[in-house]
């Protein structure tokens, strides 16, 4: 069967200086699945993913999302691609001074919505997804790190974008808590068939949840297949990772 690609990448490099961090990132996102991505800390994740969204302009290479190539946009021009992906970023990024509805409702107002009961409607039903009925008054620094991670997710979804970015949305929570994210996002995958991209170091969740997974290494994608490939495979450095190990190399033993 013949599989609709969402986000298309082809040689992409990008370079902080000397840091010459993408070298050449061949991928693809297939509409509707849920794919991991792995890689050690620094390795250029979230610099990746940044590009899908056009936050980031490509040194060389391309990003096409649904066939269009985003890095030949303008500010103006890139508003409907970035309608069509939620990001939740890894530091969660909600605005302190704002309450959690109004950090939930900002991408719709940022786009123009001018009618308040349909923002109050909508922010009351991601709020309901993300199983935070209650919250919507409250301040972000009155939430555990759990219920600041669910507000982000419902921030990024609440413009019923085609695609969600999710960079590390388990970093710094309990393994039950960790499931539980884990559910929203596959539940998201399956009744509303949005296509999750996941940044991610939990091997459980990658198990649990991924349909496929690819490992970047010094800027390349290094390894790309299914969470069953990946649990089989023989190759030391994936091995490495998935059990957590820090390699003798590293000189820390
Ligand atoms: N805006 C920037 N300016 C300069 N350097 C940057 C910028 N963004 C990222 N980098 C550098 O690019 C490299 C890759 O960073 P990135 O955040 O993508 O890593 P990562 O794989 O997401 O790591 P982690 O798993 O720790 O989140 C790092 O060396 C980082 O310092
Ligand atoms: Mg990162």
Not at 53 to 73: F, H, K, N
Not at 114 to 136: F, H, S
Request: glycine content about 10%; proline content about 4%.
């Amino acid at each position: 069967m013949k599989k609709d690609v969402f986000i298309t990448v082809r040689g992409l490099h990008q370079r902080f200086g000397e840091n010459h961090v993408l070298r050449g990132v061949d991928m693809e996102v297939y509409k509707g699945e849920t794919l991991v991505l792995l890689g050690g800390s620094g390795g250029g994740k979230s610099v990746l993913v940044k590009h899908f969204l056009g936050l980031l302009q490509p040194l060389e290479g391309t990003v096409e999302v649904e066939g269009e190539d985003i890095s030949t946009l303008n500010e103006r021009q890139i508003g409907p691609v970035r309608r069509k992906i939620g990001m939740m970023f890894q530091n969660g990024a909600l605005f302190d001074s704002m309450t959690v509805g109004e950090n939930v409702a900002f991408s719709l107002r940022q786009a123009g919505e001018k009618d308040e009961a349909k923002v109050k409607q909508r922010v009351q039903d991601v709020l309901d997804i993300v199983r935070l009925p209650n919250e919507a008054g409250k301040m972000p620094a009155d939430l555990s790190g759990g219920m600041r991670k669910r507000v982000a997710l419902a921030r990024a979804i609440i413009d019923h974008p085609a695609c969600v970015l999710y960079d590390e949305p388990h970093a710094g929570l309990d393994p039950i808590t960790a499931d539980s994210i884990d559910r929203l996002m596959k539940h998201l995958q399956r009744d509303y068939e949005m296509t999750n991209v996941i940044i991610t170091h939990e091997m459980r969740s990658v198990f649990r949840i991924a349909d496929r997974a690819i490992f970047l290494k010094q800027g390349q994608i290094y390894w790309q297949g299914t969470p069953e490939e990946l649990k089989c495979s023989q190759d030391p450095e994936l091995k490495h990772f998935i059990e957590g190990n820090s390699r003798p190399d590293e000189g820390w033993s």
